[in-house]
C-alpha cells in the first residue's frame, strides 16, 4: 500500500519535473555536463567488442559526498588507540550513520536530479546512511544521464568481458553533490590470491637472500611436529603461533567471518573431511552461509572454490568452536549480450561492504583473500571502499586482507613487466601496490615460509599510490627508510605512501580439502585467514574479561602489539617489475609488516 501511495506521489512530482524541465535541455539544470571521471587510456588487457546494447540493464551505484568522514576517522583513531581514553569504546551502527550522513543538500540535489529523469524513491535503494543509491537502469538511460556511451569490453588473458565507458560526465551543478558513480570507469578483476605451488622450490631457493638460524636455536621452535616443514596444518599453526592448550573461553560472544567473491563457496563435505583430519573434535560443526547479491551455495562438489575451501578451512579450524560466517557475494556472473537482464556489476567490494554494514551484528574479525591492483580500481571508488572499511573498524571490527601474491608488483612470473605499466597515459614500469590492502584501515598480512619462518618471495608489500603514510605507522616505516640504499628504486614507488603489509603469516604448502582430497596450496591468501584465527582467539581472551574485542588493529599493533610478533628478518625479496624487490629486515619491512604473532606473548600485551 505504502509503495503503491509512495510511487503515485513521486509520479505526481514528476509531472511537475516535466513541465519545468523540458527534454533536460541546456536550459534546465541538469543540461551543463562536464567531465566527471576520465581514463587517460583504457586499462591494459581490455579491449573493446562492440557498443553495449541498448536496453542491458546495469546497477548504477552513486557515491553522495560524507562530509564528516574527517570525524568519522577522528573517532575511528581515538577508540582504536590503546593510550587514549576512549580505547575499546566503538561505536553504535546509527553512529557510524550520522557520520557517514550526505548534507541535505546533496541529496536534495541527487533527487531532484533522478526525479528529473523518471525515478520514484520506490526505485531506488539506498544505504542506510544515504550515502549511497542505487538505480537499476537500461544503458541506454545511463547513457544519457552521465552522458556517456558504454561498450562491451573483453579482457584478453581470461576472456572475461564487461559493460564499461572510459570516461562520464555530470551536469555541472551535481559535481558537489556526488563523488562517485559506478559502474562506469572500474575495469578491476578482483582476483583470489590463493595460487597452486606445484613447484615451490624453483623460485623459492632463486630469491633466497638470507638463512634463518636453524629450528635448534630456539626451544619453542625445536619442538614443533618436524611434518610442519613439509606440510602445514591447523596444529602447525598453533604451535608455531603459540596457542597449544588455549581453549577459546567465550564461543557465544565470539565470531570470525569470512568473505568469497567470484561465485566461490565453500564445500560443507570438504570442510567435515579436512575436520576429520586435522579438527576432529569439530568434526560435526559447521558455520553460517549468508548470500550477498545473489552469491552461490550450490553445494556441489566440482564447484566448491579452492580459496573459498582454504579461508573457511584454515579460519574456523583454528577458533573451533568460535562461530564462523562465510558470504558468498555474486555480482560477476559472464556478461551475455543476449540476456539483457544479466547484471554485470562486478563491484564486490561494495556489494559486500554495504550488505555488511546493514546488519546489527557483524563478527568481530573479517579475513579476505582477493585483491588486485590499486589503479586498476579508479580512486574515488578505491576512497569510497576503503572509507567503509573505516566504517567498520569503528564499530569494533578488524578487517584483515591478503597483501598479495606478485612482489612489489605482478611481477615475479612477468619477465615481460606488462603488469607493471601505469595506466595514466604515461606507461611508465611502476610497482603496483595491492588494493584493498593499501587502505589504511584494514590489515595487509603478508606470507613467510618454512620454519623458523622467513619471508616468501611471493609476499605483496611496498607502498600505495593512493594514501599517504598514516601516522600510526610513521615511526616504524621510517625507521626501515634509514636500512635502505639513499636512492632506491626511483620512481619506481611514493616513499610517502601507506606501507604495507601491516604483519604476515605463514604463506606456502598449507593443507588444504578440496573435492574430497587433500591438496598443497599456498598464497597471502592463506596467511589472512591465518593471522585472522590468531585475532579472534585473542578476542575471545578479550571478551572473556568483559572487554571489548579489538576492532581496527593497526594502531594497537604499531604501538604496542609488534612486542608480541615474531619479527621476520630475512629470507627472499619480494621480486617483481624488473627488480629484486624489497628485503625484509628488523622491524617493519614492505615484505612481512611487523611480523607473525606470537599468541601468548600479544595475549599478554593486548587483553
Ligand atoms: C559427530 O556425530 C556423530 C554422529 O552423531 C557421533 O557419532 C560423533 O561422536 C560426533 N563427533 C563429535 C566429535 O562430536
Ligand atoms: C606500454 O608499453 C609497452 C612496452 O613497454 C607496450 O607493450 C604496451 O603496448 C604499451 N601500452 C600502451 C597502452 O600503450
Ligand atoms: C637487501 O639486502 C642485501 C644484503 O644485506 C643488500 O646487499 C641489498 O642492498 C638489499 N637490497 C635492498 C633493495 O634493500
Not at 513541465?19 to 571521471?37: H, M, T
Not at 585483491?371 to 580512486?379: A, L, R, Y
Not at 607493471?420 to 584501515?441: H, I, L, S, W
Not at 588444504?512 to 584465527?533: D, M, N, Q
Request: proline share 8%.
Amino acid at each position: 500500500m505504502l509503495a503503491a501511495y509512495r510511487k503515485l506521489f513521486s509520479l505526481l512530482l514528476l509531472v511537475g519535473y516535466a513541465w519545468a524541465i523540458p527534454g533536460l535541455g541546456n536550459g534546465s539544470p541538469f543540461g551543463d555536463f562536464e567531465v566527471k571521471e576520465a581514463l587517460s587510456q583504457p586499462p591494459a588487457g581490455w579491449k573493446t567488442v562492440s557498443e553495449a546494447p541498448a536496453d542491458h540493464l546495469i546497477s548504477l551505484r552513486i557515491g553522495l559526498p560524507q562530509p564528516n568522514f574527517e570525524a568519522l576517522e577522528q573517532h575511528l583513531f581515538e577508540v582504536s588507540n590503546p593510550d587514549h581514553e576512549r580505547y575499546g569504546q566503538h561505536l553504535s551502527k546509527e553512529q557510524v550513520e550520522e557520520l557517514v550522513k550526505p548534507s541535505s543538500a546533496s541529496l536534495d540535489a541527487v533527487n531532484e536530479w533522478l526525479e528529473a529523469h523518471g525515478f520514484a524513491e520506490v526505485e531506488l535503494d539506498r544505504s542506510p546512511a544515504k550515502d549511497w543509491v542505487s538505480i537499476k537502469v537500461p544503458v541506454k538511460v545511463a547513457e544519457k544521464m552521465l552522458g556517456t556511451k558504454y561498450n562491451i569490453w573483453k579482457h584478453d588473458e581470461s576472456g572475461d568481458t564487461l559493460v564499461r565507458t572510459t570516461s562520464y560526465s555530470l551536469p555541472k551543478s551535481l559535481h558537489a553533490h556526488i563523488d562517485v558513480i559506478q559502474p562506469t570507469t572500474m575495469f578491476s578483476r578482483f582476483n583470489p590470491l590463493a595460487t597452486t605451488l606445484h613447484l615451490p622450490d624453483a623460485p623459492l631457493r632463486a630469491a633466497i637472500t638470507y638463512k634463518a638460524p636453524s629450528r635448534a636455536s630456539d626451544a619453542r621452535l625445536a619442538s614443533i611436529d618436524p611434518a610442519c616443514s613439509a606440510s602445514i596444518t591447523v596444529n602447525c599453526l598453533k604451535q608455531l603461533y603459540n596457542t597449544v592448550g588455549y581453549v577459546p573461553k567465550a564461543p557465544k560472544k565470539n565470531s570470525i567471518g569470512v568473505t568469497g567473491y567470484l561465485e566461490q563457496f565453500a564445500n560443507e563435505n570438504d570442510l567435515k573431511a579436512f575436520y576429520a583430519e586435522q579438527v576432529p573434535e569439530a568434526v560435526n560443526s559447521t558455520f553460517k552461509f549468508i548470500s550477498v547479491n545473489g552469491g552461490e551455495n550450490s553445494q556441489d562438489p566440482f564447484s566448491a572454490g579452492f580459496e573459498a575451501n582454504l579461508d573457511v578451512q584454515f579460519a574456523f579450524g583454528l577458533t573451533y568452536p568460535t562461530p564462523g560466517t562465510f558470504w558468498s557475494t555474486g555480482g560477476r556472473p559472464p556478461f551475455k549480450p543476449d540476456l539483457i537482464v544479466t547484471e554485470n556489476t562486478n563491484e564486490p567490494y561494495a556489494e559486500w561492504v554495504d550488505f555488511v554494514l546493514k546488519q546489527k551484528d557483524v563478527p568481530y574479525v573479517i579475513s579476505t583473500s582477493y585483491g588486485e591492483p590499486e589503479q586498476s580500481v579508479p580512486e574515488a571508488y578505491a576512497r569510497r571502499v576503503c572509507n567503509s572499511f573505516a566504517q567498520l573498524g569503528a564499530r569494533g571490527i578488524s578487517i584483515l586482507f591478503s597483501s598479495g601474491d606478485g612482489g612489489v608488483g605482478d611481477g615475479w612470473d612477468d619477465p615481460t613487466q606488462t603488469k607493471c605499466k601505469t595506466n595514466d597515459g604515461r606507461n611508465v614500469t611502476r610497482f603496483m601496490p595491492t588494493f584493498p590492502a593499501t587502505c589504511p584501515y584494514v590489515t595487509a598480512v603478508g606470507g613467510t615460509t618454512d620454519i623458523p619462518e622467513i619471508s616468501v618471495y611471493f609476499s605483496g608489500g611496498g607502498f600505495s599510490d593512493y594514501w599517504p603514510r598514516p601516522a600510526y605507522q610513521a615511526r616504524h616505516v621510517s625507521d626501515w627508510f634509514k636500512t635502505i640504499p639513499k636512492v632506491l628504486y626511483k620512481d619506481l614507488y611514493n616513499p610517502a605512501g601507506r606501507g604495507f603489509p601491516d604483519v604476515a603469516a605463514q604463506g606456502t604448502r598449507f593443507r588444504v580439502f578440496w573435492r574430497g582430497e587433500g591438496f598443497g596450496i599456498g598464497g597471502t591468501s592463506a596467511s589472512a585467514p591465518a593471522f585472522a584465527g590468531i585475532v579472534a582467539l585473542l578476542n575471545d581472551a578479550r571478551l572473556g574479561r568483559g572487554k571489548r574485542p579489538l576492532g581496527f588493529l593497526n594502531p594497537v599493533l604499531y604501538q604496542k602489539g609488534y612486542a608480541g610478533l615474531n619479527d621476520i628478518t630475512g629470507g627472499h625479496m619480494n621480486p617483481g617489475c624488473g627488480t629484486t624487490g624489497f628485503n625484509s629486515t628488523e622491524g617493519w619491512d614492505p615484505i612481512t609488516g611487523l611480523g607473525t604473532p606470537d599468541f601468548v606473548k600479544l595475549k599478554a600485551i593486548l587483553t
